[in-house]
C-alpha cells in the first residue's frame, strides 16, 4: 500500500496567493519573457530556498486492495519557505526550475535526500517499513549524475530499495539517456518504476516499450466516471487486463466514495488513492497513521 503524506512543518505561516513574496519584480513579470536580471533574482531566490532546506513535503495515503494496509507514500512539494517565512506554492516555482538544469538538479537531489531521510526516520518511529514514491523530473532521470545519486542516497540512508520508487508521468518526455538510467536502476539497484497519470491525452504507449515499469497509476478522471460510465468501467477492465500481459501492476487515483473503492478490489486493481482513503496530513498524523495502518515490521 501506498502512504501519501505529509511533512508540514511549517503550518503556522501565511500563505500568499501569489510569488511576489520570492519574485522582487511581481507575477506581472511571469506574463511576459523575462528579463536577464529577473529570472537570475529569482533563480537565486529559488536556490537559496532550496539550499536551507525550507521545502514543505507532503504525502497522501494508497491502498493496497485485498490487504486493508498502507505502507507506501507518494511524496511531494507542496510549498517553499521563503527568507520572511512565508509559504509560497510550489507549482509555480517548481515551473521555473523545471526550464533550468542547474536548478532541476539542485531541487531534485535535495528532495531525494530528504524524503529519503525522512522515510526512514518515520519508519522507525512507527515500527514498519514505509515505501517511498518519489515524482521524478526527466531532466534529472536524464543527467549523468542520476544513477550515482540514487545508489549513494540508499547507501547512506538506508533506505532499502525494495522500499523505494520513481513516478514518471506519462506526459513527460524521456530522452533515450533518461530511459537508460531508469532500466539501470531498476534492474541493478532494485527501484520500482511508476509510470503516473496513465490514460491522460495520447498515453505514451511507446515509453512502456523502452522503460521496465512495474506499475500504472490511472489517472484520477478514469474513478470520477466509475462505477455510472458502462464503457469507462469497461476501459479500466481492459487497462487491468493489459497491466496483467505486461507483468504490471495498477493504482488507481481519485477513489473518494465506496463505490469505486468497491468497483477497483472487485476487478483487482493493486492499489488506489484519493480522498476516501486518506488526504495529505502531518508529520505526527503520518506517523499514527503508519501505526494504525501500515504493517509491522516482521509481519508480511
Not at 533574482?41 to 494508497?62: C, T, Y
Not at 540508499?154 to 531508469?182: R, V
Not at 490511472?218 to 466516471?225: C, G, P
Request: net charge negative.
Amino acid at each position: 500500500m501506498y502512504i501519501f503524506i505529509a511533512f508540514s512543518a511549517y503550518v503556522g505561516y501565511n500563505i500568499p496567493n501569489d510569488t511576489s513574496a520570492i519574485f522582487p519584480y511581481g507575477t506581472a513579470a511571469a506574463r511576459r519573457p523575462a528579463r536577464k536580471e529577473e529570472k537570475t533574482m529569482e533563480h537565486s531566490a529559488i536556490s537559496d530556498m532550496i539550499l536551507r532546506n525550507d521545502m514543505v513535503l507532503q504525502g497522501q495515503p494508497k491502498w493496497t486492495f485485498g490487504k486493508n494496509t498502507c505502507n507506501t507514500y507518494e511524496v511531494f512539494v507542496s510549498h517553499f519557505r521563503n527568507q520572511d517565512g512565508n509559504l509560497l506554492p510550489s507549482l509555480p516555482i517548481i515551473r521555473i526550475v523545471e526550464q533550468d538544469d542547474a536548478l532541476t538538479q539542485l531541487f531534485s537531489i535535495a528532495l531525494l535526500w530528504e524524503a529519503a531521510r525522512q522515510t526512514v526516520r518515520i519508519s522507525n518511529e512507527a515500527n514498519t517499513n514505509l515505501t517511498l514514491s518519489l515524482n521524478l523530473l526527466p531532466k534529472f532521470a536524464e543527467s549523468d549524475a542520476f544513477v550515482e545519486q540514487v545508489r549513494s542516497c540508499l547507501a547512506e540512508t538506508s533506505l532499502q530499495n525494495k522500499h523505494f520508487q520513481f513516478e514518471i508521468s506519462e506526459l513527460q518526455d524521456l530522452n533515450d539517456d533518461g530511459c537508460a538510467n531508469l532500466n539501470y536502476v531498476h534492474d541493478e539497484l532494485g527501484v520500482s518504476l511508476v509510470m503516473g497519470n496513465f490514460g491522460t491525452r495520447n498515453t505514451n504507449m511507446p515509453l512502456l516499450t523502452k522503460v521496465h515499469f512495474d506499475l500504472l497509476e490511472l489517472d484520477k478522471s478514469y474513478a470520477a466516471r466509475i462505477p455510472d460510465d458502462a464503457l469507462t468501467c469497461k476501459t479500466v477492465i481492459a487497462i487491468q487486463h493489459m497491466a496483467d500481459t505486461l507483468d504490471m501492476k495498477v493504482c488507481a487515483k481519485g477513489v473518494n466514495n465506496q463505490d469505486q473503492f468497491e468497483f477497483f478490489e472487485e476487478i483487482g486493481i493493486f492499489k488506489g488513492q484519493g480522498s476516501l482513503i486518506g488526504s495529505a496530513m502531518s508529520l505526527n498524523d503520518l506517523i499514527e497513521y503508519a501505526k494504525r495502518y501500515a504493517l509491522e515490521r516482521g509481519h508480511r
